[in-house]
């Protein structure tokens, strides 16, 4: 098939050229199978320089006469101009559709003709039913071609063989055929037509299908039976003739175990496709909802015995059969780590939640949730009741019971390269902290950012069965997991969304934007899409990264300005979107000190691998605090106050910095980091004493080391017992004038005002000049 543009045919025309001349044959056929009813309208489609529309119209028909060569109907015009009852039409009917009726009169055609064009259309047969589709009754379209037969090879683009030619009349009531003159006449009606599905007779053996019944007890565990051939496998088997996967699961199950189950308790959940040797094998994957029924060994000559497993237990098991190992993985996402790559194809189908956990579960779930309360993290009823309701270990299925309910450890789910966790459950103190904060009631609408599916389910227990929560990630397999989890042990009130959690969920933001939005992973900007897709009075809740130091923030809209509310000290996995950075860095001193500057700006380290080399400054800052203490405020008041403010880290036992992770402010080829030293040691923690010093190195190092003490200090005397400052948060490009006083921290996305006590003239934070008066302290 080859296709002709339309500048070739203009130019065709434009040079004198044209078809075959109408024949008698032809003539004779027309006459005799579609002659001009009274009033009879025709098309002809693809018309040239008129010869049949002009031999129509002298059948009796009104004739439009379309083409999409203009100069073909320019020849027309000058040479039929007295002929009556045509109507000439510029028009491309294959992309731009049938024309009108002429003005006053009836749309719809007795004839349509397409002679000598049909080859050279590339969507000929949708052009047919659209042409039919425009037939009056009884009308009929007749298409004159050349056929291959009698064309020869170099004009074999203008013909058509045996097959074109049935795929023309397929689907038409009536087709009869005629030749005239080595062409083929198509008469062709009723092309309302039909269909028939047809085989193509027996295929080629290509692959095998087998369905695997996932089955579980009322307390959660998974039956598999360990085989004659030395392996664990799922019940199910092969799918018989005219059987379906759900109904193979089911008899399969019931005829190796005794157990018993109807085909509507049985859910495709995906279909896997692998490769074994040369044959292709497709395993769908059913989640049997219920059964009933006593186990027993109904096969000895194939399976030893059956055994209910815990989910965690799984991968401590030995051999595995390698479809059951992928099928298992596919219900529950991580059981079984580092499987090869398997062709999943997930179905849409609901399945309702499974129920199913042992007594440890539940009891371990009521201890973890006093705990909570115990430390104060949990003061909302509704989150208490979240807390003891939401079964976390179904969420987290790879670990046992009692790390998946101890309440200080977040469970790694997912990791980049070992040590480096992209995706977890957090700390279930802090879970409850921030949904918390949230100040979320009945009904409302919730977005998370970051899934793992046991936060989300959280919050949609809180919001209840008029809530709705949303949560987005941009890992398929995060995604995949959250929603397979949630299907599991879920309220079926939770949307999981693939896409990059820095842009929201812009398809789903209720009318007026969510009530409340949590964001799981460290953040080091506030992105645009979370404070125009919350709600005004919304809360964000996020864990805000501020000069390398990770806090919970809980944000309040007040118009385009988010006002900080809490905060509280905490942890996150990194942001892996569009908006995540790397910190700029610089390795000193052969690589024995690192220097990275979290807030993104790099300084100047020109001259300090000398200053290493030299002697170190130190300086007492005055502050001596007894047994146990709690600094985070100043790391962050250092972070967001003092100009060349850097961090630096070294191995352990490193003789050139005393704190394996400093905060440190760098200058004029020197710099200066804060550490401690136990000036007294006690048999009780609380009798210890400890004192902050300044280490320094560099000619301008007993200059940086009196700031950073000065900054300590004033941390001391106005900020220590105070707390976490104020906090606004505004869109990047605010005019200074239009923030409030306090230290400007510049975001790409925003510009952070932390309002610290007795700072009150507006500075610009880290890049400040390095002499600021506050509180009587040179800083």
């Not at 693809?46 to 010869?51: L, W």
């Not at 064009?117 to 425009?134: E, K, T, Y």
């Not at 059969?321 to 062709?343: E, K, T």
């Not at 309360?373 to 976390?392: C, H, N, T, Y």
Request: one cysteine or more; charged letters at 20%.
């Amino acid at each position: 098939m080859r296709q002709v543009r339309k500048e070739a045919w203009q130019e065709h025309y434009e040079g004198g050229r044209g078809f075959r001349p109408l024949c008698d044959a032809e003539r004779t056929l027309l006459a005799e199978h579609v002659p001009a009813p009274e009033g009879g309208r025709a098309l002809d489609a693809g018309c040239g320089t008129g010869e049949l529309a002009v031999a129509l119209a002298g059948m009796g028909y009104q004739v439009d006469a379309a083409d999409f060569a203009e100069a073909a109907l320019v020849r027309a015009r000058a040479e039929y101009a007295t002929v009556p009852g045509v109507r000439w039409l510029h028009v491309d009917l294959e992309h731009c559709g049938l024309p009108g009726p002429p003005e006053g009169g009836e749309g719809g055609y007795d004839l349509v003709t397409l002679r000598l064009s049909v080859a050279f259309l590339r969507n000929r047969s949708s052009l047919l039913r659209a042409l039919g589709a425009r037939l009056r009754a009884g009308g009929a379209i007749v298409v004159i071609t050349p056929v291959v037969e009698h064309t020869s090879p170099e004009r074999r683009h203008i013909a058509l063989d045996e097959n074109e030619l049935s795929s023309i009349t397929d689907g038409f009531e009536e087709a009869l055929r005629f030749e005239a003159e080595g062409l083929a006449v198509l008469v062709l009606r009723g092309s309302g037509g039909s269909f028939t599905a047809v085989e193509k007779g027996r295929p080629n053996p290509q692959a095998v299908a087998g369905a695997a019944a996932v089955v579980t007890d009322a307390a959660g565990r998974v039956l598999l039976g360990r085989s004659v051939k030395g392996m664990w496998e799922l019940p199910g088997g092969r799918i018989e003739a005219g059987e379906s996967a759900q109904a193979a699961a089911v008899r399969e199950l019931a005829e190796e175990t005794g157990l018993t189950a109807r085909v509507e308790d049985a859910h495709v959940i995906t279909v896997l496709h692998d490769d074994r040797l040369d044959m292709r094998r497709i395993s769908p994957v059913v989640r049997v909802t219920g059964w009933d029924g006593e186990l027993t060994l109904r096969e000895p000559e194939k399976f030893v015995r059956w055994e209910w497993h815990p989910l965690h237990t799984l991968a401590t098991l030995g051999t595995i059969f390698m479809p059951s190992a992928q099928s298992l993985n596919a219900v529950f996402p991580g059981v079984l780590p580092g499987l090869p790559p398997v062709h999943s194809y997930p179905c849409v189908s609901a399945v309702p939640p499974v129920p199913g956990e042992p007594a440890e579960a539940a009891r371990l779930r009521e201890r973890m949730t006093d705990r909570v309360i115990r430390e104060g993290r949990a003061p909302s009823a509704r989150v208490r009741a979240a807390l003891r309701a939401v079964p976390r270990h179904r969420f987290v299925p790879e670990v046992p019971l009692a790390t998946a309910y101890h309440d200080d450890h977040a469970v790694v789910t997912v990791r980049e390269a070992p040590g480096t966790a992209v995706s977890s459950v957090s700390a279930s103190w802090l879970q409850a902290d921030m949904a918390g904060q949230l100040r979320l009631e009945p009904g409302m609408n919730v977005l998370e950012v970051g899934s793992g599916g046991y936060n989300a389910e959280l919050l949609a227990h809180i919001v209840g069965e008029r809530g709705r929560v949303v949560t987005v990630d941009l890992d398929p397999y995060v995604v995949q997991r959250t929603r397979r989890l949630c299907a599991e042990a879920g309220s079926g009130r939770v949307t999981a969304v693939l896409g990059d959690g820095g842009r929201g969920a812009p398809a789903h933001v209720p009318a007026g934007g969510f009530d409340g939005i949590v964001i799981t992973h460290t953040a080091t900007d506030i992105a645009p899409a979370w404070r125009d897709q919350l709600a005004e009075g919304g809360r964000l809740v996020v864990p805000l990264e501020i000069g390398g130091y990770t806090r919970s923030v809980t944000l309040v809209r007040r118009g385009d300005t988010l006002y900080a509310e809490h905060w509280t000290y905490c942890g996150f996995v990194r942001d892996r979107g569009a908006a995540a950075r790397t910190a700029p860095m610089v390795r000193l001193a052969g690589g024995a000190v690192t220097v990275r500057w979290e807030n993104g700006v790099p300084g100047d380290t020109g001259g300090l691998d000398e200053a290493l080399r030299g002697p170190r400054h130190e300086l007492a800052t005055g502050l001596v605090v007894a047994g146990p203490f709690n600094f985070e405020t100043l790391q962050v008041f250092a972070a967001s106050t003092l100009a060349g403010f850097c961090r630096l880290t070294v191995p352990d036992g490193s003789e050139l910095v005393a704190q394996r992770d400093a905060a440190a402010i760098v200058a004029d080829g020197s710099l200066a980091y804060l550490t401690h030293v136990k000036i007294h040691g006690a048999p009780e923690p609380a009798g210890s004493r400890t004192e902050f010093y300044i280490h320094a190195y560099g000619a301008a190092g007993p200059e940086l080391a009196r700031r950073f003490a000065a900054c300590v200090r004033t941390w001391d005397l106005d900020v220590r017992a105070s707390g976490y400052p104020s906090m606004s948060v505004h869109p990047a490009g605010t005019p200074d004038d239009r923030l409030p006083p306090g230290d400007v921290l510049e975001k790409p996305a925003s510009r952070l005002v932390l309002g610290w006590p007795g700072r009150g003239a507006r500075v610009t934070g880290p890049d400040a000049p390095a002499e600021t008066v506050v509180a009587g302290q040179s800083t």
